[in-house]
């Protein structure tokens, strides 16, 4: 059942980020919604099985946008291995930790994006790399990286209440 809810989450952000948002303006500000999906996946996983899950993700995510292959699943690896070590390391879901990791998230991205530009451009493409939008992004990954965490946390908490009461009464029902 853990595994249906992040199948679930992962599609439902996938399809906001690629089908629904373009329509909007304000989409180019955006930051990749799957960063939140990883990020959740990383505080949450108990084995190092879930590495495959990212690597499933960022493939995906390669195949449906124009950056080079490889992006997002290196992307999504880094910020998986940071999250999973740091939160072994230092403490777990405080506040101060999903604000930290959140903006460095966006910031990881936007490193491997700029390394990928240098490596085709050379020089002149750092001149021509949109620092605003770096900013904005981060601005926006700030804001909404914490609360899309903790509105998963509540869907997440109430996702395993209720395969737990489905469990029970399945159980029950066999039995009696």
Request: glycine share 4%; with cysteine.
């Given at each position: 059942?853990?595994?249906?809810?992040?199948?679930?989450l992962?599609?439902?952000?996938?399809?906001?980020q690629?089908?629904?948002?373009p329509?909007?303006?304000?989409?180019e500000?955006?930051?990749?919604?799957?960063?939140?999906d990883?990020?959740?996946?990383?505080?949450?996983?108990?084995?190092?099985?879930?590495?495959?899950?990212?690597?499933v993700?960022?493939?995906?995510?390669d195949?449906?946008?124009?950056?080079?292959?490889?992006?997002?699943?290196?992307?999504?690896?880094?910020?998986y291995?940071?999250?999973?070590?740091?939160?072994?390391?230092?403490f777990?879901?405080?506040?101060?930790?999903?604000?930290?990791?959140?903006?460095?998230s966006?910031?990881?991205?936007?490193?491997?994006?700029?390394?990928?530009?240098?490596?085709?451009?050379?020089?002149?493409?750092?001149?021509?790399?949109?620092?605003?939008?770096?900013?904005?992004?981060?601005?926006?990954?700030?804001?909404?990286i914490?609360?899309?965490?903790?509105?998963?946390?509540?869907?997440?908490?109430?996702?395993?209440?209720?395969?737990?009461?489905?469990?029970?009464q399945?159980?029950?029902?066999?039995?009696?």
């Open positions: 059942m853990k595994a249906l809810f992040f199948i679930i992962t599609v439902s952000l996938i399809i906001l690629s089908i629904v948002f329509f909007f303006s304000w989409s500000q955006c930051f990749d919604l799957l960063i939140i990883i990020f959740f996946l990383s505080l949450i996983a108990t084995r190092h099985t879930m590495i495959f899950a990212v690597i993700i960022g493939c995906i995510m195949s449906i946008s124009g950056v080079p292959f490889s992006y997002y699943v290196l992307s999504y690896l880094w910020i291995i940071m999250v999973y070590i740091a939160r072994q390391l230092f777990d879901q405080s506040v101060i930790f999903v604000i930290c990791i959140s903006l460095l966006v910031i990881i991205q936007h490193v491997l994006l700029l390394f990928s530009i240098l490596i085709r451009q050379g020089s002149t493409g750092f001149l021509e790399f949109d620092f605003d939008l770096l900013i904005k992004q981060v601005f926006w990954g700030f804001i909404f914490p609360l899309s965490m903790w509105v998963i946390n509540i869907f997440w908490v109430r996702w395993k209440f209720m395969t737990k009461l489905i469990h029970k399945l159980i029950q029902n066999y039995k009696g």
